[in-house]
Nanobody, 124 residues
Framework: QVQLVESGGGLVQAGGFLRLSCAAS????????MGWFRQAQGKERECVTA????????YYPDSVKGRFTISRDNPKNTVYLQMSSLKPEDTAVYYC?????????????????WGQGTQVTVSS
């Protein structure tokens, strides 16, 4: 059974930073593009970043560009989300997801596997 397990969430003050990790039990992790999504209370889920199979290509929407960095370590089956200059509006549950498809300039239309999410709360 495939599992994606996020960790690293927590409470941080505005302007602070957090590093999220997502460990995947995928035998062919390097063949999956990865994404990070977030869902704030009462809002729709949104994609905040995506990374290609080898890590050579990444995507960030304007809302997080320059503040968030996605990276991956294929031998460790892990993808990371480094978040800095955090704002209260970044408060949400953050999910990682795996897709066989990477879309340049965006997130894949569908993801095959999802993690259970980790809460990030940014206080003002």
């Amino acid at each position: 059974q495939v599992q994606l397990v996020e960790s690293g969430g927590g409470l941080v003050q505005a302007g602070g930073f957090l590093r999220l990790s997502c460990a995947a039990s995928l035998r062919t992790f390097s063949k999956y593009a990865m994404g990070w999504f977030r869902q704030a209370q009462g809002k729709e889920r949104e994609c905040v970043t995506a990374i290609s199979w080898t890590g050579g290509n990444t995507y960030y929407p304007d809302s997080v560009k320059g503040r968030f960095t996605i990276s991956r370590d294929n031998p460790k089956n892990t993808v990371y989300l480094q978040m800095s200059s955090l704002k209260p509006e970044d408060t949400a549950v953050y999910y990682c997801a795996a897709s066989r498809v990477y879309v340049r300039g965006g997130c894949a239309p569908n993801y095959d596997y999802w993690g259970q999410g980790t809460q990030v709360t940014v206080s003002s």
